[in-house]
Nanobody
Framework: HVQLVESGGGSVQTGGSLRLSCAAS????????MGWFRQAPGKEREGVAT???????SYADSVKGRFTISQDNAKNTLYLQMNSLKPEDTAMYYC????????????????WGQGTQVTVSS
């Protein structure tokens, strides 16, 4: 079965950086859309960034220029490099995947990881 395992969260000060990783296993599909989402306490879950199997990426306006989504196909790992972190980036971050060949329009993601906490202090 498909499994997504996030890691790399932690606590940093404003302006700091973190790199999240999502190790994917249990599938053989070559077409996919993968993404990072986040949910802060009391708020709805929001999309942060997506990447498809062709390498096309998209970002939420709130993270453009600060976050970078990437993938290492050899390692079946998805990354989210987060720079210039702000307190409003504090949230639980989730990795998600769906085996479709597109990320736009946004698909319904079928598989989710357990999340990794990111806390940014001022």
């Amino acid at each position: 079965h498909v499994q997504l395992v996030e890691s790399g969260g932690g606590s940093v000060q404003t302006g700091g950086s973190l790199r999240l990783s999502c190790a994917a296993s249990g599938y053989t599909y070559s077409s996919y859309c993968m993404g990072w989402f986040r949910q802060a306490p009391g708020k709805e879950r929001e999309g942060v960034a997506t990447i498809d199997s062709d390498g096309s990426t998209s970002y939420a306006d709130s993270v453009k220029g600060r976050f970078t989504i990437s993938q290492d196909n050899a390692k079946n790992t998805l990354y989210l490099q987060m720079n210039s972190l702000k307190p409003e980036d504090t949230a639980m971050y989730y990795c998600a995947a769906v085996f479709l060949s597109y990320c736009n329009p946004p698909p319904d993601f079928a598989y989710w990881g357990q999340g990794t906490q990111v806390t940014v202090s001022s």
